[in-house]
Structures are given as structure tokens and as C-alpha cells.
């Protein structure tokens, strides 16, 4: 009987460097050092213009992979404020982030955009690496706030999933922490063992 290929797993990091140069150098260094596949940034201390990295227009969010080894390049497919979209491999990743100084008005018609970029990249599956201040139930905030009211209803309208689930703080400070970042994913993508791990899977298999 012939052997069954082996899946790949790759590890999707998501995180936010509040633009702080010391950040980035420790970002890279555990990307190498963990074996990262990929890096969703928000807030980056600068975007690189080296070929291994996808920003957005406004340099608050990107995307970088190890300049070595076996991963797939990312491949831009477009940008704006606040968002870049990468083909990476067969998958296409929206890396986003919203700041949460801005209203919700903005928030409203951010979103709008946002749907048509995870319109457009159909059929290929899609991953949202998110850091939009967003506050929900669905991936155990402790608290709602209108922006995750918003969200969540996006996310039903465009079809995605929530990846990240659980009680552990996504987001560690001083003056304490929560759940505030995650990853969306489009079918036929779930969670394969611990969040930031994607891998093909059936549909309706859980997140």
C-alpha cells in the first residue's frame, strides 16, 4: 500500500511591537529561533523592503517570512491603510490592524474594505491575522465592546471562523492583559493543535 503524503503544518505568529526597535530585533530572532512560518506585525518599528516582508500603505501592519528556509515567499496581492494581503503558498493572508483611538463609524467602513479584500481572494482558503481592538465573547474576551459587536457580525457576513479560542492572554502589559488579537480563517482551513497552526481540513470541522 503506498505511503500518504504528509501534511505540512506551518505556525502563524501574530503580535504587536507598539513600534518599538528593541521588539523587532526579538521578533526575528524568535522567528528563526521558533521556527515561524510566517509573522503578522501590527505596529512595527518599520517595514523592511526586503522581498520577505508585505506591508500596508501606512506601515502599521505587515507580513514577514524567514529569509531561510523551507517556507513559501509571500507574494503581495494589495495593501491600504491598515490591512496587506499576501498570496503565501495556496493561502492568501489579510494581515489587519485598527487603532483604538479611531470611532466606530471608522471601524464600520474599515470593514467594508476589509470584506471586499477577503471577497476577492476567493476561492483560495483565507487567514486574518488580526490586531483591531476588538473586544467579543466569541474568542473569550472578558468583555464586549462595540467594536467586537461590529466584528463579529462581519465575520458571520463573510464567512470566516474564529481560529483562536480559549482563556490565555493574547495581549501581556504591565497594567495587565486580555484576548485581544486572533486569527479568522475561511474554509477549508481549522486549528491543528494550537492556535496559529493551520492545516487542511473538511468542512465544518471545528475552530
Not at 32 to 38: L, N, T
Not at 80 to 100: H, K, Q
Not at 172 to 179: C, E, F
Request: negative net charge; charged residues 15%.
Amino acid at each position: 500500500m503506498p505511503a500518504q503524503p504528509t501534511k505540512q503544518a506551518y505556525e502563524v505568529l501574530q503580535c504587536n511591537l507598539n513600534r518599538h526597535a528593541r521588539a523587532q530585533d526579538l521578533l526575528m530572532h524568535h522567528v528563526a529561533e521558533w521556527g515561524i512560518s510566517v509573522a503578522a506585525v501590527a505596529e512595527p518599528y518599520f517595514v523592511s523592503p526586503q522581498s520577505n516582508w508585505v506591508g500596508a500603505t501606512d506601515g502599521l501592519v505587515a507580513m514577514v517570512v524567514p529569509p531561510l528556509g523551507n517556507h513559501p515567499p509571500l507574494t503581495k496581492i494589495e495593501s491600504d491603510p491598515g490591512y496587506a494581503a499576501a498570496e503565501w503558498g495556496d493561502i492568501v493572508l489579510v494581515a489587519v490592524y485598527f487603532s483604538p483611538n479611531s470611532p466606530l463609524f471608522e471601524f464600520d467602513q474599515y470593514l467594508v474594505r476589509l470584506g471586499g479584500v477577503v471577497g476577492r481572494a476567493a476561492p483560495s482558503p483565507v487567514i486574518v491575522p488580526r490586531d483591531l481592538n476588538a473586544k467579543y465573547r466569541a474568542w473569550a474576551s472578558p468583555v464586549t465592546n462595540s467594536k467586537g459587536e461590529a466584528l463579529w457580525k462581519w465575520i458571520v457576513q463573510t464567512g470566516l471562523e474564529v481560529l483562536n479560542q480559549g482563556t490565555e492572554f493574547t495581549c501581556v502589559r504591565q497594567q495587565g492583559g486580555g484576548v485581544h488579537s486572533g486569527h479568522h480563517v475561511s474554509y477549508p482551513y481549522r486549528r491543528d493543535a494550537n492556535d496559529g497552526l493551520a492545516s487542511p481540513g473538511g468542512h465544518g470541522d471545528p475552530l
